[in-house]
């Protein structure tokens, strides 16, 4: 996975030169520090499960932490009453456990699932990371 660092905010991109917001980034650490105890467990339950798929780039920044392959694949973002995971996936998915859906780009689209416990990483949140690594790896 060869990585494109931007001189302006020092984050690391798929692409030369990519389109992006320069915002300062910030360590994991420091993004989960004001959050639950709880918040960084979950994270690092995805995180976990994401290496034995393969290389996955963390850029945290203070919104949340974007998970990258060759391109995006998810985003966890602390939220008042939740931790929200953002998958990037082929396909739109129908499921009790997804709050929200949007088309992003051409065959991608964002799912937003709200887990509270680090016991909602389970095998169908692992798959769906799976499918969203799959699709963000040339």
Known sequence: MSRWTC????????RAGQPHVCVPGCTVDECFAP?????REIYDRL???LATLGPVHADAVGVGVFLKSDRKLA???PKARSLNLW???PRPVEH???ARRLPV?????????KLLDPADVDD????????????ATD
Do not use: K, N
């Not at 959050?35 to 918040?39: F, V």
């Not at 780009?105 to 699932?113: A, F």
């Open 75 to 77: 985003e966890v973002r």
């Open 35 to 39: 959050w639950p105890e709880s918040y």
């Open 105 to 113: 780009s051409g065959d991608r689209t964002m799912h937003v699932l």
């Open 96 to 98: 009790p456990r997804i």
């Open 47 to 49: 995180v976990d499960h």
């Open 7 to 14: 001189p302006e905010c020092d984050r690391e991109f798929g």
């Open 124 to 135: 169908q949140v692992c798959a769906w990371l799976g499918e969203s690594f799959d699709a």
């Open 87 to 89: 998958l990037f996936l």
